[in-house]
């Protein structure tokens, strides 16, 4: 278990922009930061984050809290793990206590799982320092390719033994769970058919190992490289698809590229472990690779979180070329700014790398990037040469990438832009680029209505009405962000008494007294003897008055470090209710808002009053109810029903609403 002390260094020395900033690109939005959420595929930003209250709220998907439930929605850590990422980051020494096999084995698989690619990491590793297969045989393969000392380290790279049970025997010996190195695919397990149980070998035999790191650092997979001539046996093994490892969700390089993509606003894609090491190693360290597998959506959105820009990087050979036409209309496809920049013929990512310095290798890249309409245009074109009816399918094929940005505007742009490079009119490709809109509408009714005719004849149901809004939640939500917002906030407090004249009649006599919001908002509730009927809203209305009432330097990310985790939710998202508005950037439309906290007082005491007429509109009915059930006029209920009409019509006279 970690000290409560560390735990408190930690919080206090986080920050939440500075954490997820790693993660997802964030810009400045006045007092806050804003980005496209990372947990859905969006290309508005949804997310915003709080340096002030040290809280983010992604309000495409709902999640939010403080830097921790970050770390655990994001990269699915658990507490303890989200406190020792954060404690390394800020170099904060963790005291805990040590872990008993006990707890070991209440870890979820997901976990064990971590922990067993970390160990084959960490074996790896230690066999290619510190034996003399690892060092005659890894080693020297990755001094051959000229990385460095510091590179292999900073990479993790490894050596696998050629023996058939090396690293299973090591980790079973160490304590790790054969269903576990099984389930990771590190081990295979074959049934042995002359019945002796079953066979485990190690997936990796005999290859250097090239880790494969999530976003935060975590090792999902492996990729390793065999150095035999074995025609039997493919040149390059991923790990198998896992409960942890995606490879269709997964960028090689992407934990040690993430800050320099955000910092140069742009991303190099490569295709191989070796391309982003060698580039890494030259000074260029914005580079992933698709690790061997077809482009994805599922990656190029992981790129998105960081920037909007992409320059993709292939082999100078034909299928490289043509490999990187298919990623650059998926790319586009999800309203990013693409670059191709191909390689002089022979060379790849890694040994152009390796043959130019870090200027040469700068400098080509900044004078070779290519807009991809420009690029596509000379490719094909040189492929078409003179013949007119491979001409236009050049022309077709390029309108159909165009087709698939998003954007309007920049769709209009690339059209005028084609029109100038293959010298026909923008009319003739506007229309083209609409009959193909209509022929993708066309298909997908014909696709909708095969769907209903396979259906076959439904029941037509009927549609559900419109989920009716609960008027008492949305007041007990407010009176919590009015104590969370203005708790401590003094205020004057405008009332009206019933008072006898001179002439012994009753009037109403307004009466201005000074509170702060939480004494006003508590003793109006003690009054009327109103419990909160949210068992969360209730709980922290308890510790909210607690803690107002006790210090005078309450503490919003103090406060929400100490909450459960339902509770941290719905105050994340009670507190950055209020930043969503800033998305909508009323002030450069010229609308102009009224700050909130010119009316605090009215607007406690309009939330006071409001759930006071919904309470007695509910105690009516009740009493309605009883009198209807029980099928007689008893004169208790009616004179008490009376009393609450008369109540509600002086509560209507101080809110200036008519009944």
């Not at 025609?231 to 409960?243: F, G, I, R, V």
Request: overall charge negative; some cysteine; proline content about 3%.
């Amino acid at each position: 278990m970690i000290s409560k002390d560390t735990i408190d260094k930690v919080f206090e020395a986080s920050r939440v922009e500075e954490v997820i900033g790693d993660f997802v690109q964030l810009k400045k939005s006045g007092s806050n930061f804003k980005g496209l959420s990372p947990f859905t595929d969006e290309r508005t930003p949804s997310f915003m984050v709080s340096p002030v209250k040290q809280i983010w709220k992604d309000f495409s998907s709902g999640k939010g809290g403080n830097v921790v439930a970050f770390l655990m929605e994001h990269e699915h850590f658990t507490y303890p793990e989200a406190v020792k990422y954060l404690a390394r980051k800020y170099n904060i020494e963790i005291e805990e206590t040590e872990q008993t096999d006990e707890l070991k084995q209440q870890a979820d698989e997901r976990e064990s799982m971590y922990l067993v690619s970390e160990f084959a990491r960490d074996y790896f590793e230690d066999v290619l320092w510190n034996t003399e297969p690892g060092k005659a045989v890894g080693l020297t393969y990755f001094k051959e390719r000229g990385f460095t000392d510091e590179t292999i380290r900073k990479f993790g790279l490894g050596y696998s033994p050629d023996e058939w049970e090396a690293f299973t025997k090591e980790a079973l010996a160490k304590g790790y769970q054969l269903e576990f190195l099984e389930k990771t695919g590190l081990t295979i397990v074959k049934e042995d058919n002359r019945g002796e149980g079953n066979r485990q070998f190690d997936r990796f035999k005999g290859r250097v190992m090239f880790p494969i790191q999530s976003m935060s650092g975590r090792v999902l997979g492996f990729g390793g490289r065999i150095l035999k001539t074995d025609k039997k046996a493919a040149k390059y093994l991923n790990s198998p698809e896992t409960a942890i490892y995606h490879k269709s969700k997964v960028l090689y390089g992407i934990y040690h590229a993430r800050q320099a993509i955000a910092k140069e606003d742009n991303c190099f894609l490569v295709e191989g472990y070796t391309d982003v090491i060698q580039f890494h190693q030259n000074g260029i360290e914005n580079v992933v690779a698709s690790s061997g597998t077809a482009l994805t959506p599922e990656q190029i959105r992981l790129i998105h979180r960081l920037t909007n820009n992409i320059t993709v990087l292939f082999d100078g050979d034909a299928a490289g070329l043509r490999a990187s036409l298919r990623g650059v209309d998926l790319i586009l496809e999800q309203g990013m700014n693409v670059k191709v920049c191909p390689l002089p013929d022979g060379e790849d990512p890694d040994s152009f790398a390796r043959a130019n310095s870090f200027e040469d290798l700068t400098l080509f890249l900044r004078e070779n990037a290519t807009d991809f309409i420009r690029f596509k245009a000379s490719l094909l074109m040189e492929e078409a040469q003179d013949d007119p009816i491979r001409k236009a399918e050049t022309i077709r094929d390029i309108v159909n990438s165009i087709g698939k940005i998003p954007d309007r505007i920049q769709r209009e742009v690339y059209v005028q832009e084609c029109s100038r490079i293959m010298d026909i009119s923008e009319e003739v490709l506007f229309n083209t680029l609409a009959q193909m809109g209509r022929k993708e509408i066309a298909e997908a009714s014909k696709r909708q209505r095969q769907q209903r005719q396979q259906a076959g004849m439904e029941v037509v149901r009927e549609q559900p009405s419109p989920a009716k809004i609960d008027q008492q939640y949305v007041l007990e939500r407010k009176i919590i962000e009015l104590l969370l917002i203005y708790g401590n906030k003094i205020e004057e407090f405008e009332d009206q008494v019933l008072k006898q004249d001179e002439k012994g009649e009753l009037k109403m006599e307004k009466i201005v007294s000074e509170y702060r919001v939480f004494e006003k908002v508590f003793l109006d509730l003690q009054e009327d003897e109103v419990e909160l009927g949210n068992e969360v809203f209730r709980k922290l209305f308890s510790v909210l008055v607690e803690k107002l009432g006790g210090a005078e330097d309450f503490s919003i990310d103090r406060f929400v470090q100490d909450l459960e985790p339902d509770e941290a939710r719905e105050v994340t998202s009670i507190l950055m209710d209020e930043e969503k508005y800033m998305l909508h950037r009323w002030e450069d439309q010229d609308i102009l808002v009224k700050d909130k906290t010119q009316t605090v007082a009215q607007l406690v005491s309009e939330t006071i009053l409001n759930l006071r007429c919904y309470l007695i509109d509910k105690r009516v009915g009740e009493l309605q109810r009883q009198t209807l059930e029980k099928k007689d006029g008893n004169p208790d209920i009616l004179e008490e029903i009376i009393n609450y009409h008369q109540l509600k019509r002086m509560l209507a006279q101080k809110l200036n609403r008519v009944l």
